[in-house]
């Protein structure tokens, strides 16, 4: 090869390998609760989380309304049942339920610790996190 040809070659490698580079050190996007709150639940829960999304006349039974999670539970917001309840685990006894188990729906992407009562961090799906987050901001 001519040296023309080599500088070339690396002139052309070097930017494509530090483009190769930062895109493995850019921080990760931050998972957006409200995002996939309207992908999965809005249908049914509304915009709002009241119970009224469109898919909600279809229902036999009318969704929860999910602002008043708070005020069921004594003022409190119940961060691991609210959790438990979205993946589905509190509701596969549960043959009766309509809403589907939507962990599997929440599984990809990265894992965080939530401390799930008694000082006991639990490795959890950082989509089911924010998700269960996004309700919390929905409180009355």
């Known amino acids: 090869m001519t040296t023309n040809l080599w500088k070339t070659l690396v002139l052309l490698a070097v930017p494509a390998g530090v483009a190769g580079v930062a895109a493995c050190t850019?921080?990760?996007?931050?998972?957006s609760g409200r995002e996939i709150y309207q992908d999965y639940c809005a249908a049914c829960h509304g915009d709002s989380g009241?119970?009224?999304?469109?898919?909600?006349?279809?229902l036999a039974k009318k969704p929860a309304d999910l602002?008043?999670?708070?005020?069921?539970?004594?003022?409190?917001?119940?961060?691991?049942?609210?959790?438990?309840?979205?993946?589905?685990?509190?509701?596969r006894e549960d043959r009766g339920s309509k809403m589907p188990e939507m962990g599997p729906f929440l599984?990809?992407?990265?894992?965080?610790?939530v401390d799930t009562g008694q000082g006991v961090s639990t490795p959890t799906p950082e989509r089911l996190v924010a998700l269960a987050e996004y309700l919390r901001s929905l409180q009355k």
Do not use: W
């Not at 850019?26 to 998972?31: E, G, I, L, N, Y």
């Not at 008043?68 to 993946?87: E, H, Y």
């Open 26 to 31: 850019r921080p990760a996007d931050t998972v």
């Open 50 to 58: 009241k119970g009224d999304g469109p898919a909600a006349a279809g």
């Open 67 to 91: 602002t008043g999670i708070s005020a069921r539970n004594g003022g409190q917001f119940p961060l691991v049942k609210v959790m438990s309840t979205i993946d589905g685990y509190t509701r």
């Open 107 to 113: 599984q990809e992407g990265p894992v965080v610790m």
